[in-house]
């Protein structure tokens, strides 16, 4: 009986010293990945043009990432690393594949009435993601946007790889007409009320490029994809409310073509007054305002974040929702977007070659902002050398979720918190089969590139990003040694890719004939 007493008493005087700390329960995670967004295309990150007060209030209630990186400067290797945690060098899709041994695949009529000419190839059976990650974790998990992993009637669709719910484009190529026929809700077609206009075409000779009105094939169709998905995101989070969740939302925003409902081009119009229309004669759609409605874009995805945001405090979640935004890789060069007018990989190159499709600064670094109250502090910044392929490492480490083995990430959660100790690396590595064949690594403030693989060019060019970010000077000649480290580097993180599409024989690869 005294024992109890003591007991009792000495939990008395606990309580009265303030309540015991509380294990905080698992946040949800809402993880926005732009298509396409260069690394100076928000307010936040230098951009004067286009307004993004939404993302912007984003960074300042959390963390602002400076030295943050893709897997690879083009949409499908990219997203295979972030889902699945592996560098170029270890992963299955290494640049963009359509699958094309299928038949007419860039045939974009076709392929809307036959889904097996649509999507990509698929990840391997049995591939794990960060989908998979978060349901052992007991999380319910979706994908809203653009995949790219898999094709439709295939194993490699979304449903299949982590993710209870799915609503968006399966394909990418279907995902160049942001009014299209069919997007996918986990394994049906929904057919929307567009009329089907092929991508690519030009504006008609009979047409008067001046005249708003020769432009509305394009762009006056009542099922506009990112509203829809908008719709689909705030649902999920409705629905989802009183469990952990997982939202990955892969808007195809600002990937060309230049479409965008009306108002949010007209609000530059107003701003900025006339410019030449584009007439499709680089691809895509024709538009009779680009500049103002590329920044329409990227203001409309602004618009998006403030409501998921908007949604989250409504529902008493704010405060227990970690919220990521970011992009999969730099700004494009073609399709009627001016990314030097808006300086849209600044303060990197952003002419055609350093953007998108290359290693270079301005086609794989990208903005990522970090917002989760209490957690993370507000207004930070952090110079935190970070990748794609970190993320499944730190929601392993977040949720208390055993990860592959065979992963190359590294938490970033230490940096978040600000709790633990930060593991750093020596280097980060890049390899990118496309556009002739690249190889790129990080190492400290050291960037060395090698272009032009297939070509036979082997020589590394060599960069100093903390006096020349902008990586315009090659000082590899004054550094051998650092070069003779980094072509050992090289050899070291390749390996032979599975399919011969991606292999690069001047690396030692062997080529088998297959598919």
């Known amino acids: 009986m005294k024992q109890l007493l003591a007991l009792l008493f000495i939990s008395a005087i606990c309580f009265s010293c303030g309540k ?63 889902m699945t945690g592996k560098h170029p060098g270890h992963a299955a899709i290494r640049g963009n594949d359509e699958w094309a041994e299928r038949g007419e695949v860039w045939n974009y009529e076709k392929a809307v009435y036959d889904p097996n000419l649509e999507g990509q190839r698929p990840i391997p059976a049995g591939t794990l993601t960060v989908g998979n990650i978060l349901q052992n974790a007991g999380y319910t998990t979706g994908v809203v946007g653009k995949w790219g992993l898999g094709a439709p009637i295939t194993d490699g669709i979304p449903t299949n790889r982590g993710f209870d719910f799915f609503y968006g484009y399966n394909c990418q190529r279907q995902a160049h007409q942001l009014y299209p026929k069919h997007l996918w809700k986990n394994e049906e077609k929904v057919w929307l009320d567009n009329d089907l206009v092929k991508p690519s075409q030009k504006l008609a000779t009979d047409l008067d490029p001046m005249d708003l009105a020769s432009y509305d094939m394009f762009n006056k169709q009542p099922d506009y994809a990112p509203a829809l998905m908008q719709t689909e995101v705030l649902n999920f989070i409705e629905q989802n409310k009183d469990q952990p969740f997982f939202m990955y939302y892969a808007t195809p925003i600002p990937h060309l073509p230049i479409q965008v409902p009306q108002e949010y081009t007209d609000r530059y119009v107003k701003l900025w007054g006339e410019e030449e229309p584009y007439v499709g004669d680089k691809g895509y759609f024709p538009n009779r305002y680009p500049k103002a ?118 938490s970033f959660l230490p940096t978040l918190t600000g709790k633990g100790t930060q593991q750093d690396r020596e280097y980060l590595y890049w390899e990118f089969p496309e ?23 082997m020589a590394i060019e060599l960069y100093n990003l903390k006096t020349d970010p902008a990586e315009q000077t090659d000082i590899a000649e004054l550094h051998p040694d650092i070069i003779k480290h980094m072509e050992e580097i090289m050899v070291k993180e390749h390996t032979s890719a599975e399919l011969d599409r991606f292999k690069m024989t001047q690396l030692g690869d062997v080529m088998t004939g297959g598919k």
């Open 435 to 457: 556009y002739q064949g690249q190889q790129a690594i990080r190492m400290g403030d050291w960037k060395g590139i090698r272009k032009d693989i297939k070509k036979g060019n």
């Open 293 to 410: 409605a590329y920044a329409g874009m990227i203001t409309y995805l602004d618009d998006q974040v403030g409501e998921i945001v908007a949604k989250l405090k409504e529902l008493g979640l704010y405060e227990n929702t970690l919220i990521v935004f970011t992009s999969d890789n730099g700004p494009t060069y073609t399709g009627g977007v001016d990314a030097p007018y808006f300086e849209s990989a600044s303060p990197f190159e952003t002419e055609y070659g350093r953007t998108k499709g290359f290693t270079y600064e301005g086609g794989i670094r990208v903005p990522m902002i970090a917002a989760w109250p209490g957690q993370i502090e507000a207004g930070t910044k952090t110079d935190h050398i970070s990748v794609f392929w970190d993320v499944m490492a730190t929601v392993g480490e977040l949720t208390n979720t055993e990860i592959p083995k065979d992963t190359d990430g590294v």
């Open 20 to 82: 015991p700390e509380q294990v905080p329960s698992k946040p949800n995670i809402i993880y926005i990945l732009a298509d396409d967004l260069g690394y100076g295309e928000l307010g936040i990150y230098g951009q004067t043009k286009i307004q993004t007060p939404n993302i912007d209030a984003l960074a300042k209630s959390g963390m602002m990432f400076t030295q943050h990186y893709s897997g690879a400067p083009v949409c499908a290797p990219a997203r295979y690393m972030l």
